[in-house]
């Protein structure tokens, strides 16, 4: 218990969520969970980039760059899920492998 | 410092309300529970003395993003939208009932809040990054403006 500090738990839960939202999205064939792996995917990333914080006398650099990174994230999120509205009218489905065979 | 039991809770709180927004069949309780673990994760960042992180987080991720893909979920129509499951849409409420109600008489009563930081470190981390980062801010500024006018674009598309 002795070797678990809050950054090695925070670290490891990053890297968790990294990767079962890096393995959604492989294998996803709905656009509307790729979007939502994609936001898993970003919560890992700022919980890492927060947690790199934690050890060192200061952490406003790790809170900045936090706090940029939740602006991004937001703001791909939101033109992501606009785009799926859009092939949606425009193909009526969001399975990746139909709408590229509709495409030709 | 918060103990390691309270950090290592909310981890598990999180990796559970994350595979179940990410492997669930329905669309509705993903919808849900990544609200749920934007919430945990915002309570996170908080704990740690990132007050203005975990505000933002809320905000952005648990607030705005969860309107806009349920609004995303609802014009594609992927999913009926329906809870299904009474009993787990009032055992969920009666969670969030009980944590604004235990929350609030922490905050209300006078009872000590250890864990609040003092609001030096917001408007610390205010100044770090409006001296040292303000092309980054103005960058970011950009992006956020540049995304919100293409989303008003692709939604105000016309048919041709």
Same mark, same amino acid.
């Given at each position: 218990?002795?070797?678990? &500090?809050?950054?090695?738990?925070? &670290? &490891? &839960? ?73 092939? #949606? ?14 495409? #030709? | 410092?918060?103990? !390691? ?7 598990? =709180? ?47 991720? =648990? ?8 609004? =995303? ?14 009993? +787990? ?5 009666? !969670?969030?009932? +009980?944590?604004? =109600?235990?929350?609030?008489?922490? +905050? ?21 990054? %409006?001296?040292?980062?303000? %092309? ?14 293409? +989303?008003?674009?692709?939604?105000? *598309? *016309?048919?041709?």
């Amino acid at each position: 218990m002795s070797m678990l &500090t809050d950054q090695t738990i925070l &670290t &490891t &839960t990053a890297t968790v969520l990294i990767f079962l939202g890096l393995v959604v999205m492989f294998y996803s064939r709905n656009l509307l969970k790729t979007i939502i792996s994609f936001q898993v995917i970003v919560f890992g990333a700022n919980l890492a980039l927060f947690s790199s914080g934690l050890g060192g006398a200061s952490n406003l650099m790790a809170n900045t760059l936090v706090l940029f990174s939740i602006i991004v994230g937001g703001s791909v999120e939101a033109i992501g899920l606009a785009l799926i509205v859009l092939i #949606h009218k425009e193909y009526g489905t969001l399975d990746p492998w139909k709408i590229r065979r509709l495409k #030709h | 410092m918060m103990p !390691v039991e309270v950090t290592l809770l909310l981890s598990a =709180a999180l990796i559970v309300t994350i595979i179940a927004a990410l492997f669930s069949r329905s669309m509705s309780i993903t919808v849900i529970m990544l609200f749920y673990a934007s919430l945990v994760l915002g309570i996170i960042f908080t704990l740690y003395q990132g007050v203005l992180v975990g505000l933002l987080h809320i905000i952005t991720f =648990a607030g705005a993003m969860s309107v806009i893909l349920l609004t =995303a979920v609802l014009m594609t129509g992927e999913s009926d939208l329906n809870i299904g499951n009474r009993s +787990l849409a009032a055992v969920l409420s009666a !969670v969030t009932i +009980l944590v604004v =109600a235990a929350s609030s008489y922490s +905050l209300f009563s006078g009872a000590p809040t250890s864990t609040m930081p003092s609001p030096d470190s917001t408007m610390e981390l205010l100044s770090f990054v %409006w001296t040292y980062r303000p %092309w980054d801010l103005l960058i970011l500024i950009i992006i956020f403006a540049g995304a919100m006018i293409s +989303l008003v674009n692709l939604f105000s *598309k *016309k048919e041709r």
